[in-house]
C-alpha cells in the first residue's frame, strides 16, 4: 500500500503543474485544464470533513465557515425547519443548505415521491402564501391560506369549473357573484344563492321537480308562485302555500286523512272545523280542540297514561305534582321544592321537578341513554354505565365548582393530563427548582367544614402562591350565560385551590440540583483521595 505525504505532494504537483491545477492519482497524468483539483482513482473516494452539525442556522462546530464550505454532518440535531440529519451540507454564506440526492424528499417529482410519511410530508407552502395550480401558465385554482380552495374561472352550464373527465358538462359551477349553480348535460339544474337559498326548476306533478330514479312522476315541485306541491303516480296528493298545508279531504275515524299504507284506519284527520283528531284501528284515540287537549276520556281525567305488558305507568303526566312520571306513580319526589344551599350559604336552586324516574324500589332504576349506555340508582348513588364522562367542549368546564360544593373524595384507577408537545406552544425551561422546594413548609391540617374532621396533609396555598405561581389558582372563568359561544368572565374565586400535580416538574427540577452539587462533591472527593494518596506516598 502506498502512502503519499499529502502537503509534499502538493508542492510537487503545483510545481509541475502551475496554473493548470492539482492532479492526484498513481499515474502521473496532469489533471484536467478545467479543474484546480483532479483526483483520480478506482477503488477509493473523497472523505470530506465529518461534523456534528446543531441546526441549519447555526455555523457550530465551525468557526466562520466560508461560503460553499462543504461537510459531512454525522448527527440528527435541531427541530422544525431548521433541523439537521446526517448527510452533505454546504455553507451558503447565511446557513447550512442540505444536498437532496437519491430518495430524499426535499422535492416532489414530476412522477411521484417514495418514502414519504403521511402528516409529515406534504405539497404545499410554509410562509403563509397560497398554493397555484396553473395549466398552459394559467392559474386555475389555488389553495389560499385561509384554509380555503379557490376556482379562478366561473365556468358555465356546459362547462362547469368542477366536473368529470368523462362527463364534461354536469358539475358545479358560478353563474354569478353569491350564486353557486349545479349543471346535468350543460343545462342549469339547481340554484344556490344568499336569498333564495336552494333553487330549482319549477316542475309538475307529472314531473315534480325532486323525484326519485325509479318513480320520477313521485315527489315535490311548484305548481304557482309561492305554493309547494306533493305528487305521486303523477297526480297531486298535497299542497303546501305561503299560508297553508292543505289535504283534500277531512277524513273521518275510520279513514283518516292522514293514514298508513298498512294501517289505513289509523292516522290523522279532523272531525269538524277547529279539531284535529288522530284514531287506532277505527277509534278515536286523542282529539285537540280550541280550548281542551282530550285523551281517551272526553276531559275528566287531566293524567295521561301509557301501559306496557308488565308495566301499567311506563310513562304518566301527574296533573297534581305538575311531573311527568316514568316507571312508577308512586315516586316520593325527594326534597321537591327544597331550596339548596352552597358551602357559604348562598341559595343556588330551588328542587322543582318535571320528571320522576322510579321503578317502585329503593335501588334499580335505570335510564338508557343510546346504544348501550345507561344511569342507574344504587343507594343514594348514580351509577353511570357502559360509559365514559366527557365535556361537551374542549378546556372549558369543570368537574365541581369553587363557587358551590366540593366533592369529598374521588376514586379511580389513573388519573392522566394530557402532556404531548404537539398541544403546547412557548415550551420553555422551568425557572423553579430546589430553591424554591426548600422554602416550602408541609403542613398537616382538619377542614373546618369537614364533616368526619379528617386529618389531612399537604400545603399552604397562599405560602405556595408566593413561590409557585402556576400552582395556586385564584381565579376561574365561567360562562357569561349558558351558552359558551357568548364568552366567559373571569370571576376571583374565594379561597385559593392548589395543583399538586404540578409541583412534580418543579421537584424533578430540584433533584437534578441536588444531583448535580453531588456529582459535584463526588468529584472534588475524587480529587482530594488522590492529593491524600500522593502526600502518603
Known sequence: MKKILIPSLLLFATSLSFGQGVGINNSGANPANSAMLDVVATDKGILVPRVALTATNAAGPITA?????????????????????????????????????????????????????????????????????????????????????????????????????????????????????????????LRITPTQRLQGVNGNNGTPTFSFI??????????????????????????????????????ATGAPAYSF??????????????????????????????????????????????????????????????????????GALSANGLTLTSWDGFNLLTVDYVADFDNGATTGTTIGIGSIEYLADFSSEIILGNASFSPSANLTYDLGSPFTNFWDDVFADDYWIFSDTTLKKDITPIH?????????????????????????????????QNLITESVKTYEYRPIDEDPKNGFEKIEIPFLAVNYTSLVPVLIQALKEEDAKVVSLEKRIEELEKIILTIKK
Open 65 to 189: 465557515p466560508a461560503t460553499s464550505l462543504l461537510v459531512y454532518n454525522t448527527v440528527s440535531a435541531g427541530a422544525g425547519a431548521t433541523a439537521v440529519t446526517p448527510g452533505f451540507y454546504y455553507w451558503d454564506g447565511a446557513a447550512w443548505q442540505r444536498f437532496d440526492v437519491g430518495n430524499n424528499t426535499g422535492d416532489w417529482k414530476i412522477l411521484g415521491n417514495a418514502n414519504t410519511t403521511s402528516g409529515t410530508n406534504f405539497l404545499g407552502t410554509t410562509n403563509g402564501q397560497a398554493l397555484d395550480f396553473r395549466t398552459n401558465n394559467i392559474i386555475r385554482f389555488r389553495v389560499a391560506n385561509g384554509n380555503q380552495v379557490h376556482a379562478m374561472s366561473n365556468g358555465t352550464a356546459a362547462l362547469p369549473f368542477y366536473t368529470w373527465g368523462a362527463d364534461t358538462d354536469i358539475g358545479m359551477y358560478r353563474r354569478t357573484t353569491n350564486e353557486l349553480n349545479f349543471a346535468t348535460a350543460g343545462t342549469e339544474a
Open 261 to 330: 299504507t298498512g294501517d289505513l284506519n289509523t292516522g290523522m284527520w279532523s272531525s269538524t272545523a277547529d279539531h284535529l283528531n288522530f284514531s287506532t284501528n277505527s277509534q278515536e284515540r286523542l282529539e285537540l280542540g280550541t280550548t281542551a287537549a282530550v285523551f281517551n276520556e272526553g276531559g275528566l281525567d287531566y293524567d295521561f297514561r301509557f301501559e306496557s305488558d308488565n308495566n301499567t305507568n311506563v310513562m304518566r303526566i301527574d296533573a297534581g305534582n305538575d311531573v311527568v312520571r316514568f316507571g312508577s306513580n308512586t
Open 432 to 464: 423553579y427548582g430546589l430553591k424554591e422546594i426548600l422554602k416550602i413548609n408541609p403542613i398537616t391540617y382538619l377542614l373546618k367544614e369537614d364533616p368526619f374532621q379528617e386529618q389531612k396533609i399537604g400545603l399552604s396555598a397562599q405560602e405556595l
Open 214 to 251: 325509479n318513480d320520477p312522476n313521485t315527489g315535490m315541485y311548484s305548481a304557482v308562485a309561492d305554493q309547494l306541491n306533493w305528487s305521486t303516480g303523477g297526480a297531486e296528493r298535497l299542497r303546501l302555500t305561503n299560508t297553508q298545508l292543505a289535504t283534500t279531504f277531512l277524513g
